[in-house]
Nanobody, 124 residues
Framework: QVELVESGGGSVQPGGSLRLSCAAS????????IGWFRQAPGKDREGVIC????????YYADSVEGRFTISRDNAKNTVYLQMNSLKPEDTAVYYC?????????????????WGQGTQVTVSS
């Protein structure tokens, strides 16, 4: 049984930081590209950032480049999303995704496995 469990969401003021974690089980973690997607109310789910199986980063959203970083710990089957300088427009439910073997694509319909999502709210 595949599980992706996100944690670390919450409420923060503009300019603040949060670190999300995604713990995976039931997959061969070290061959998967792992991505973060987000969905704001009334909007489509969009790709944010991804890390390939070899550790390369792909930014899907230009608006987060320079503020968000992604990392992985294959020994712990966990991916981290460090979010700095948060803005109100970053408010959304953030989803972890096991996209597929090796490479990042950002294509929502082709994602193999999804987490349940964690809420991030940026507001003063």
């Amino acid at each position: 049984q595949v599980e992706l469990v996100e944690s670390g969401g919450g409420s923060v003021q503009p300019g603040g930081s949060l670190r999300l974690s995604c713990a995976a089980s039931g997959i061969t973690f070290d061959v998967y590209a792992i991505g973060w997607f987000r969905q704001a109310p009334g909007k489509d789910r969009e790709g944010v950032i991804c890390i390939s199986n070899s550790g390369g980063t792909t930014y899907y959203a230009d608006s987060v480049e320079g503020r968000f970083t992604i990392s992985r710990d294959n020994a712990k089957n966990t991916v981290y999303l460090q979010m700095n300088s948060l803005k109100p427009e970053d408010t959304a439910v953030y989803y972890c995704a096991a996209e597929g073997y090796y490479y990042c694509s950002g294509y929502v319909p082709s994602v193999d496995h999804w987490g349940q999502g964690t809420q991030v709210t940026v507001s003063s």
